[in-house]
């Protein structure tokens, strides 16, 4: 029985670990339960209406950094269960027998896991004396860890947020009211910079999934609200006489395409065409599109 829990605790080591990997180091990856946990919040918040989803995204952070945090203390106290007390030395005052095993090893986890070290409580079976630091160290990793992660985060919102502001400026300016009537070097040069801005928050959304889940309570710093008047933009220069910028039109065209393909790969059960993904983005964001033309 002993080796099972050892096993058992190994394994829910590991499974923390490899979290920890594919969502953080894995370029594209992403960790499953880390993703169920940051899904799970976003379904939560969604009950609180408007409100519940402008939090969606710090709760869902949270969420998996605590999803990371307990699958390794729960995974070094299932290790520590089986020499509790014997392995263990306590200081004068505590009675060993007031308390569960388990919840000896668990308070001995967590305060190794913190890095604490409070000292009331330390190993003296061999094997524990060489593995237990091992968890201290791996705590101040998985803090490293999360610091790394929210300092990924926070870039890719920054930029999706531009896009959307660069968007609503360009909507209030009536830039599709006299896209055609441009220069063409002005015109291709707007929708390729808008291109190439859409690539990179494409690029964000897929390394960092969880930033999906950070909604915008203004719908001009929303991407969710604005991308149907690029699709607009787009299109609208593909009726363009001038060849190249009907080429920037097209390549905008395509990256919205691409940009709404990730977001049903990854976030969204129902299928569909460009403009029924954008309606559910905006949807899911508790947004309006600021264009509805281009829904139609």
Partial sequence: MSVLWIVAGVVLM????????????????????SHLAARSTWALTSRLGRRGRTVAGPVAAVAVVTVWAALQVVGWALVYLPFVPDGFEYNPGIDVQAYPAIVEAFYFSTVSMSTLGLGDVYPTDPWLRVFAPLQGLI???????????FLQLYPDLGRRR????????????????????ME?????????????????????????????????????????????????????????SDRTVR??????????????EVLRDRFMRTGG?????????????????????AMR
């Avoid at 909507?171 to 896209?179: E, V």
């Avoid at 969710?224 to 787009?234: E, N």
């Avoid at 954008?278 to 309006?288: G, M």
């Fill in 14 to 33: 590991v499974v923390g670990l490899d979290e920890v990997f594919h969502t953080v180091l894995h370029p594209t990856g992403r960790g499953r339960l």
């Fill in 139 to 149: 705590g101040f990793a998985l803090l490293t860890a999360a610091v790394a992660w």
């Fill in 162 to 181: 531009t896009l959307a502001l660069r968007i609503a400026l360009i909507q209030r300016a009536d830039t599709a009211g006299h896209l055609l009537n």
């Fill in 184 to 240: 063409s070097a002005t015109s291709s040069g707007l929708l390729d910079s808008l291109t190439a801005d859409l690539a990179q928050s494409r690029v964000d959304v897929w390394q960092n999934s969880e930033s999906h889940y950070f909604t915008e309570a203004e719908e001009t710093t929303s991407l969710a609200a604005q991308l149907p008047y690029a699709l607009h933009l787009a299109r609208l220069a593909r009726r363009s």
């Fill in 247 to 260: 080429n920037s039109g097209q390549m905008l065209e395509e990256a919205i395409d691409d940009f709404a």
């Fill in 273 to 293: 065409d460009t403009e029924a993904i954008l309606r559910e983005y905006a949807k899911q964001h508790r947004q309006r599109p600021t264009f509805d033309e």
